[in-house]
C-alpha cells in the first residue's frame, strides 16, 4: 500500500467530445482519454477535435488508438491506419496514446498457451510514440487470469507505461474484481522491486470500470492503486458530469488522508 503515497492519486477522465473535456479539466480531471464514439466503447478521435483542445486544455491528452470495435486483432490494413493514426495525433499534440493489440490466442481454437499479447505490433506503435507514454487498454479484460502473468511479462516488454483494466472479465465492474485488482497492485509493486527488471519499466495498473464516486474511495483504500480512470456519463448523456468529477477527485483526496493518518499513528 504505501506506494500510493508517493504521490496523489491521479483521475483520468474517458471523454467522447470536445465539451466533455472541457468540462472535466474544469471539474479537476487530472488528465483525459479521448475518443469518440461511446456506445462503441471508444474510437480513434478525429485529429481536429485535439487540435482544438491542445488551445483550451494544459492537463495531459491522451488519444485512443482504436479504428474499430469489432476486437482487438486488427488486419494488417487496420495496422496501417492506427500507425497513421497515432502519427497524425502525435504531430497535432497528444500526451500519450491508448491501445492494445491482441493475437489469434484470443479466438476459439488457438493454442492456450500462445501469447495473447501482440508484442511485435504493439511494439511498432510505442516505438512510433517516441517517448510519448502508452497505455495497454482494456483489451486486458478479454485475458484469461490463467494467462496475466505471461500477459503482464509482454505488456512490459513492449515498453508500455500503463494497463486500464477492471480486474476481471470484460463487462465487470472493478467493484466486483477488488480482490483481483488488488493482486495485480502487488505484483506490479514486487516487480517493481526486482533489479534485474530496472531495464524494463513496470506497467502501472489503472482502475476503471463503473469507477464512481461512491465506490473510488474503498477501490483506492483496497487495491492500493494510484490512478483511475472513469467516463463519469449517467443514463444517456453525452457530456461529462461535472459534479461527478469533482466529487472524485475528493473521494480519492479523502481516502488517501485516511490511509497516511492511519500510517502515521
Known amino acids: 500500500m504505501s506506494q500510493s503515497l508517493t504521490q496523489s492519486p491521479i483521475l483520468e477522465i474517458a471523454c467522447f467530445n470536445q465539451e466533455s473535456a472541457v468540462v472535466a479539466a474544469r471539474a479537476g480531471a487530472d488528465r483525459i482519454e ?11 478521435p478525429d485529429s481536429e477535435v485535439l487540435q482544438k483542445l491542445r488551445s483550451q486544455l494544459t492537463i495531459p491528452i491522451y488519444t485512443m488508438i482504436r479504428p474499430h470495435a469489432e476486437d482487438f486483432c486488427y488486419e494488417k490494413f487496420d495496422f496501417e491506419i ?40 504493439n ?7 517516441e517517448g510519448l507514454p502508452c497505455t495497454f487498454h482494456r483489451a486486458f479484460d478479454l485475458i484469461p487470469e490463467s494467462h496475466w502473468e505471461r500477459a503482464l511479462a509482454d505488456i512490459m516488454e513492449c515498453g508500455f507505461a500503463s494497463i486500464l483494466t477492471n480486474g476481471g472479465p470484460s463487462g465487470t465492474k472493478a467493484t466486483e474484481c477488488v480482490d483481483k485488482l488488488q493482486t ?10 526486482r533489479r534485474k527488471l530496472q531495464s524494463h519499466k513496470v506497467p502501472e495498473i489503472i482502475v476503471g470500470g463503473g ?15 494510484k490512478t483511475f480512470h472513469s467516463a463519469s456519463l449517467f443514463a444517456s448523456e453525452e457530456v461529462t458530469y461535472a459534479v461527478e468529477v469533482s466529487k472524485m477527485k475528493d473521494e480519492i483526496s479523502r481516502a488517501r488522508q485516511e490511509e497516511e ?4 499513528r
Not at 496514446?97 to 505490433?121: A, H
Not at 511494439?123 to 510514440?129: E, G, R, S, V, Y
Open 184 to 193: 495485480l497492485v502487488r505484483f506490479q509493486t514486487q516487480l517493481q522491486g
Open 123 to 129: 511494439k511498432q506503435l510505442i516505438k512510433l510514440a
Open 82 to 121: 492506427m500507425k497513421q493514426t497515432l502519427k497524425s495525433l502525435k504531430y497535432y499534440g497528444a500526451d500519450g496514446f491508448v491501445f492494445g493489440i491482441l493475437t489469434g490466442s484470443s479466438q476459439i481454437g488457438c493454442d492456450p498457451n500462445g501469447s495473447w499479447v501482440d508484442v511485435p505490433r
Open 34 to 44: 479521448l475518443c469518440k464514439d461511446y456506445n462503441r466503447g471508444g474510437l480513434s
Open 261 to 264: 493518518g492511519e500510517q502515521a
Open 211 to 225: 469507477v464512481r464516486a461512491s465506490n473510488i474511495g474503498m477501490l483506492h483504500m483496497i487495491t492500493g492503486a
